[in-house]
Protein backbone atom coordinates (compact mmCIF):
# COMPACT_ATOMS: atom_id res chain seq x y z
CA UNK A 1 0.00 0.00 0.00
CA UNK A 2 2.98 2.25 0.92
CA UNK A 3 4.27 1.92 -2.70
CA UNK A 4 1.59 2.49 -4.60
CA UNK A 5 0.83 5.93 -2.15
CA UNK A 6 4.20 6.87 -3.02
CA UNK A 7 3.95 6.80 -6.43
CA UNK A 8 1.01 8.90 -6.52
CA UNK A 9 2.64 11.44 -4.34
CA UNK A 10 6.07 11.33 -6.40
CA UNK A 11 4.13 11.83 -10.08
CA UNK A 12 1.22 14.60 -8.58
CA UNK A 13 4.41 16.55 -6.33
CA UNK A 14 6.70 16.68 -9.55
CA UNK A 15 4.02 16.66 -12.28
CA UNK A 16 1.25 19.07 -10.13
CA UNK A 17 4.55 21.68 -9.25
CA UNK A 18 4.74 22.08 -12.76
CA UNK A 19 1.86 22.76 -14.07
CA UNK A 20 1.15 25.15 -10.69
CA UNK A 21 4.28 27.36 -11.75
CA UNK A 22 3.13 27.69 -15.15
CA UNK A 23 4.93 24.79 -17.24
CA UNK A 24 3.36 23.21 -20.19
CA UNK A 25 2.79 19.62 -20.23
CA UNK A 26 2.10 19.86 -23.75
CA UNK A 27 5.93 19.90 -24.75
CA UNK A 28 6.40 17.25 -22.20
CA UNK A 29 3.96 14.92 -23.54
CA UNK A 30 4.93 15.23 -26.92
CA UNK A 31 8.42 13.95 -25.95
CA UNK A 32 7.93 11.57 -23.34
CA UNK A 33 7.08 8.62 -25.55
CA UNK A 34 10.34 9.18 -27.92
CA UNK A 35 12.66 9.88 -24.73
CA UNK A 36 10.89 7.14 -22.97
CA UNK A 37 11.98 5.04 -25.80
CA UNK A 38 15.75 6.01 -25.80
CA UNK A 39 15.76 6.20 -21.68
CA UNK A 40 13.96 3.26 -20.43
CA UNK A 41 14.40 1.17 -23.32
CA UNK A 42 18.44 1.40 -22.81
CA UNK A 43 18.34 1.10 -19.45
CA UNK A 44 16.21 -2.12 -19.67
CA UNK A 45 19.10 -3.25 -21.88
CA UNK A 46 21.98 -2.45 -20.16
CA UNK A 47 19.68 -4.63 -17.37
CA UNK A 48 20.06 -7.09 -19.71
CA UNK A 49 23.63 -7.49 -20.47
CA UNK A 50 24.63 -6.79 -16.79
CA UNK A 51 22.17 -10.11 -15.38
CA UNK A 52 21.95 -13.81 -16.77
CA UNK A 53 18.35 -14.81 -17.21
CA UNK A 54 17.66 -16.30 -13.57
CA UNK A 55 18.45 -12.47 -11.93
CA UNK A 56 16.64 -10.77 -14.42
CA UNK A 57 13.29 -13.15 -13.35
CA UNK A 58 14.13 -13.04 -9.43
CA UNK A 59 14.19 -9.28 -9.54
CA UNK A 60 10.83 -8.98 -11.56
CA UNK A 61 9.47 -11.27 -9.02
CA UNK A 62 10.91 -9.42 -6.52
CA UNK A 63 9.88 -5.66 -7.38
CA UNK A 64 6.73 -7.23 -5.84
CA UNK A 65 8.03 -6.75 -2.77
CA UNK A 66 7.83 -2.73 -2.93
CA UNK A 67 3.93 -3.44 -3.12
CA UNK A 68 3.50 -6.47 -0.89
CA UNK A 69 5.98 -6.35 2.13
CA UNK A 70 7.89 -8.88 3.89
CA UNK A 71 6.91 -12.07 3.16
CA UNK A 72 6.73 -13.33 6.96
CA UNK A 73 4.25 -11.43 8.80
CA UNK A 74 4.19 -12.05 13.23
CA UNK A 75 1.68 -14.78 13.30
CA UNK A 76 4.54 -16.86 10.76
CA UNK A 77 6.77 -15.87 13.49
CA UNK A 78 4.77 -17.58 16.22
CA UNK A 79 3.90 -20.08 14.24
CA UNK A 80 7.69 -21.06 13.46
CA UNK A 81 8.82 -21.16 17.62
CA UNK A 82 5.93 -23.06 17.83
CA UNK A 83 7.00 -25.57 15.16
CA UNK A 84 10.53 -25.77 16.83
CA UNK A 85 9.38 -25.99 19.92
CA UNK A 86 7.49 -29.63 18.95
CA UNK A 87 10.87 -30.88 17.05
CA UNK A 88 13.07 -29.39 20.11
CA UNK A 89 10.42 -31.53 22.76
CA UNK A 90 10.48 -34.77 19.82
CA UNK A 91 14.09 -35.21 19.68
CA UNK A 92 14.67 -34.96 23.43
CA UNK A 93 12.45 -37.54 23.98
CA UNK A 94 12.75 -39.97 20.70
CA UNK A 95 15.91 -39.15 18.59
CA UNK A 96 14.76 -41.64 16.43
CA UNK A 97 10.87 -40.40 15.97
CA UNK A 98 12.57 -37.33 15.06
CA UNK A 99 14.22 -38.72 11.92
CA UNK A 100 11.40 -39.35 9.97
CA UNK A 101 9.89 -35.89 10.30
CA UNK A 102 12.78 -34.12 9.17
CA UNK A 103 13.71 -36.22 6.41
CA UNK A 104 10.39 -35.68 5.16
CA UNK A 105 9.13 -32.53 5.97
CA UNK A 106 6.39 -32.71 3.39
CA UNK A 107 4.52 -35.66 4.82
CA UNK A 108 5.23 -34.83 8.31
CA UNK A 109 2.08 -34.72 10.75
CA UNK A 110 4.30 -31.80 12.96
CA UNK A 111 5.20 -29.91 9.42
CA UNK A 112 2.03 -29.76 8.08
CA UNK A 113 0.17 -28.04 11.03
CA UNK A 114 2.33 -24.74 9.78
CA UNK A 115 1.56 -24.96 5.79
CA UNK A 116 3.13 -21.55 5.13
CA UNK A 117 6.68 -22.44 6.24
CA UNK A 118 6.87 -25.55 4.92
CA UNK A 119 6.29 -24.00 1.16
CA UNK A 120 9.49 -22.21 2.17
CA UNK A 121 12.34 -24.70 0.89
CA UNK A 122 15.56 -22.61 2.78
CA UNK A 123 13.18 -22.43 5.89
CA UNK A 124 12.34 -26.46 5.97
CA UNK A 125 16.26 -27.42 4.60
CA UNK A 126 17.41 -24.87 7.78
CA UNK A 127 15.33 -26.93 10.40
CA UNK A 128 16.14 -30.27 8.83
CA UNK A 129 19.91 -29.77 8.49
CA UNK A 130 20.56 -28.50 12.26
CA UNK A 131 18.68 -30.96 13.59
CA UNK A 132 20.37 -33.51 11.61
CA UNK A 133 23.73 -32.04 13.23
CA UNK A 134 22.26 -32.26 16.62
CA UNK A 135 21.63 -36.15 15.97
CA UNK A 136 25.23 -36.72 14.47
CA UNK A 137 26.18 -35.99 18.09
CA UNK A 138 28.69 -32.44 17.16
CA UNK A 139 31.41 -32.12 19.96
CA UNK A 140 31.40 -28.50 19.45
CA UNK A 141 27.72 -26.71 18.95
CA UNK A 142 29.83 -23.32 17.38
CA UNK A 143 30.92 -25.68 14.48
CA UNK A 144 27.01 -25.95 13.84
CA UNK A 145 27.06 -22.00 14.38
CA UNK A 146 29.85 -21.26 12.38
CA UNK A 147 28.19 -23.53 9.47
CA UNK A 148 24.93 -21.58 9.87
CA UNK A 149 26.05 -18.25 9.66
CA UNK A 150 27.73 -18.68 6.73
CA UNK A 151 25.16 -20.78 4.50
CA UNK A 152 22.93 -17.22 6.27
CA UNK A 153 25.47 -15.03 4.85
CA UNK A 154 25.67 -16.97 1.38
CA UNK A 155 21.66 -16.80 1.21
CA UNK A 156 21.23 -13.11 2.24
CA UNK A 157 24.07 -12.39 -0.45
CA UNK A 158 22.06 -14.13 -3.32
CA UNK A 159 18.72 -12.56 -2.12
CA UNK A 160 19.86 -9.21 -2.17
CA UNK A 161 21.21 -9.53 -5.96
CA UNK A 162 17.78 -7.46 -7.41
CA UNK A 163 18.65 -4.61 -4.93
CA UNK A 164 21.79 -4.32 -6.33
CA UNK A 165 20.41 -4.90 -10.34
CA UNK A 166 18.03 -2.31 -9.39
CA UNK A 167 20.78 0.59 -7.62
CA UNK A 168 22.95 -0.04 -10.89
CA UNK A 169 19.94 0.72 -13.12
CA UNK A 170 19.17 3.87 -11.12
CA UNK A 171 22.74 4.72 -11.23
CA UNK A 172 22.96 4.49 -15.09
CA UNK A 173 19.47 6.90 -15.68
CA UNK A 174 20.50 10.03 -15.02
CA UNK A 175 23.46 9.44 -17.86
CA UNK A 176 21.69 7.76 -20.42
CA UNK A 177 18.45 10.80 -19.79
CA UNK A 178 21.99 12.47 -21.14
CA UNK A 179 22.30 10.71 -23.94
CA UNK A 180 18.96 11.10 -25.26
CA UNK A 181 19.16 15.04 -24.16
CA UNK A 182 22.45 15.09 -26.50
CA UNK A 183 20.45 13.49 -29.19
CA UNK A 184 17.64 16.20 -29.12
CA UNK A 185 20.38 18.66 -29.27
CA UNK A 186 21.62 17.47 -32.27
CA UNK A 187 18.09 16.90 -33.82
CA UNK A 188 17.93 20.49 -33.02
CA UNK A 189 20.92 21.68 -34.47
CA UNK A 190 20.00 19.89 -37.58
CA UNK A 191 17.16 22.69 -37.63
CA UNK A 192 18.98 25.65 -36.84
CA UNK A 193 16.93 27.68 -39.64
CA UNK A 194 13.88 27.30 -38.05
CA UNK A 195 12.07 30.46 -36.24
CA UNK A 196 13.12 30.77 -32.35
CA UNK A 197 9.32 29.34 -31.31
CA UNK A 198 9.96 26.29 -32.64
CA UNK A 199 13.64 25.90 -31.79
CA UNK A 200 12.81 26.27 -28.17
CA UNK A 201 10.18 23.93 -28.22
CA UNK A 202 12.92 21.35 -29.87
CA UNK A 203 14.90 21.78 -27.23
CA UNK A 204 12.47 21.88 -24.40
CA UNK A 205 12.17 18.27 -26.26
CA UNK A 206 15.57 17.56 -25.71
CA UNK A 207 15.80 18.26 -22.36
CA UNK A 208 12.83 16.08 -21.51
CA UNK A 209 14.97 13.19 -21.51
CA UNK A 210 17.75 14.61 -18.93
CA UNK A 211 14.64 15.49 -16.96
CA UNK A 212 13.32 11.41 -17.72
CA UNK A 213 16.68 9.70 -16.84
CA UNK A 214 16.75 12.57 -13.31
CA UNK A 215 13.27 11.12 -12.37
CA UNK A 216 13.10 7.54 -12.60
CA UNK A 217 16.21 7.23 -11.43
CA UNK A 218 15.36 9.14 -7.94
CA UNK A 219 12.15 9.08 -7.97
CA UNK A 220 11.59 5.10 -8.64
CA UNK A 221 14.08 2.54 -9.48
CA UNK A 222 16.22 4.20 -6.61
CA UNK A 223 13.55 3.61 -3.91
CA UNK A 224 12.49 0.22 -5.57
CA UNK A 225 16.16 -1.09 -4.85
CA UNK A 226 16.21 0.28 -1.22
CA UNK A 227 12.34 -0.77 -0.33
CA UNK A 228 13.66 -4.51 -1.91
CA UNK A 229 16.70 -4.34 0.31
CA UNK A 230 14.13 -3.21 3.32
CA UNK A 231 12.06 -6.26 2.92
CA UNK A 232 14.50 -9.23 2.49
CA UNK A 233 16.80 -7.78 5.29
CA UNK A 234 13.74 -7.82 7.58
CA UNK A 235 12.51 -11.39 6.12
CA UNK A 236 16.55 -12.60 7.13
CA UNK A 237 15.22 -12.37 10.76
CA UNK A 238 12.54 -15.20 10.52
CA UNK A 239 15.92 -17.64 9.81
CA UNK A 240 17.80 -16.08 12.27
CA UNK A 241 14.76 -17.11 14.63
CA UNK A 242 15.50 -20.75 13.78
CA UNK A 243 19.14 -20.10 14.22
CA UNK A 244 19.03 -18.73 17.42
CA UNK A 245 16.59 -21.68 18.78
CA UNK A 246 18.37 -24.30 17.04
CA UNK A 247 21.65 -23.64 18.64
CA UNK A 248 20.27 -23.02 22.06
CA UNK A 249 18.78 -26.06 21.42
CA UNK A 250 22.50 -27.63 20.43
CA UNK A 251 23.97 -26.10 24.25
CA UNK A 252 21.45 -28.14 26.02
CA UNK A 253 19.20 -25.60 27.16
CA UNK A 254 15.83 -26.25 28.43
CA UNK A 255 12.95 -25.83 25.49
CA UNK A 256 11.35 -23.11 26.66
CA UNK A 257 14.97 -21.32 27.10
CA UNK A 258 15.62 -22.05 23.73
CA UNK A 259 12.06 -20.57 22.78
CA UNK A 260 13.02 -17.58 24.70
CA UNK A 261 16.25 -16.67 23.35
CA UNK A 262 14.77 -16.88 19.86
CA UNK A 263 11.44 -14.85 21.07
CA UNK A 264 13.46 -11.79 22.39
CA UNK A 265 15.81 -12.06 19.11
CA UNK A 266 12.51 -11.64 16.71
CA UNK A 267 12.37 -7.40 15.79
CA UNK A 268 9.94 -5.61 17.99
CA UNK A 269 7.15 -5.09 15.08
CA UNK A 270 7.13 -9.48 14.83
CA UNK A 271 7.80 -10.51 18.08
CA UNK A 272 4.72 -12.15 20.00
CA UNK A 273 4.06 -11.17 23.58
CA UNK A 274 5.25 -13.55 25.99
CA UNK A 275 1.18 -14.07 27.05
CA UNK A 276 0.56 -14.73 23.48
CA UNK A 277 3.61 -17.20 22.99
CA UNK A 278 3.24 -18.90 26.16
CA UNK A 279 -0.81 -19.61 25.15
CA UNK A 280 0.24 -21.03 22.02
CA UNK A 281 2.44 -23.30 23.31
CA UNK A 282 0.03 -24.51 26.12
CA UNK A 283 -2.09 -25.71 23.38
CA UNK A 284 0.59 -27.80 22.01
CA UNK A 285 1.12 -29.54 25.09
CA UNK A 286 -2.51 -30.26 25.21
CA UNK A 287 -2.70 -31.75 21.87
CA UNK A 288 1.04 -33.84 22.84
Known amino acids: MNGIVGIGVVVCMVFG ?16 PFELMMVGGAATGAFLISNDFHAVKKTLKDIK ?29 SPV ?11 SA ?4 YPKIVTDKEAIELIADTLRSASMNYDDPHQVEEVLDKRMEANLHHSL ?12 LPALGIVAAVLGVIKTMGAIDQPPEILGKMIGGALVGTFLGVFLSYGFVGPFSSKVKNVV ?16 NL ?11 GRQNIPVNRRPSFSE ?7 LRKEA
Not at 69 to 90: A, F, Q
Not at 110 to 113: E, G, P, R, V, Y
Request: one cysteine or more; proline letters at 3%; aromatic letters at 8%.
Open 97 to 107: AIEEHIEDPEN
Open 161 to 172: HSSHALQNMADG
Open 17 to 32: GYLLAGGNLGIIMKAL
Open 277 to 283: LEKSLKE
Open 251 to 261: HNHSANICIEV
Open 110 to 113: IFQK
Open 233 to 248: EEDEHFYHLIREILIA
Open 65 to 93: KVFRGPDWKPGDYRDLICLLYELIRLART
